[in-house]
């Protein structure tokens, strides 16, 4: 098993910026891929970002791209997400999530953390 823990979530203003932690503990060699995702309330889950352990590939949904950036830290098995130029429409549980690969990572991952909420205000 793999345990994930979020961190960092809070509320903000539009136009801000925050940071999501999340670490990575237990069988670890296991995962090879983490994502984030997110769920606004009474809408479904959907997919943010993903980063490859190996090689640091990264894949971003459309409506992030160039104001979100993941990364991880591979010594601290911790992904992050650089979040900038915050809007309300951000707003959200986001969720870390890991996979053996980043093709199922994207669709379909094998573990999940308990989410942590960011709320943008205008």
């Known amino acids: 098993q793999v345990q994930l823990v979020e961190s960092g979530g809070g509320a903000v203003q539009t136009g801000d910026s925050l940071r999501l932690s999340c670490a990575a503990s237990?069988?670890?060699?296991?995962?090879?891929?983490m994502a984030w995702f997110r769920q606004a309330s009474g809408k479904e889950r959907e997919f943010v970002a993903a980063?490859?352990?190996?090689?640091?590939?990264?894949y971003y949904t459309n409506s992030v791209k160039g104001r979100f950036a993941i990364s991880r830290d591979n010594a601290k098995n911790t992904v992050y997400l650089q979040m900038s130029s915050l809007k309300p429409e951000d707003t959200a549980v986001y969720y870390c999530a890991a996979a053996r690969s980043i093709l199922i990572v994207q669709k379909t991952p094998e573990y999940w953390g308990q989410g942590t909420q960011v709320t943008v205000s205008s």
């Open positions: 980063i490859n352990w190996s090689f640091g590939n990264t």
């Open positions: 237990g069988r670890t060699f296991s995962t090879n891929a």
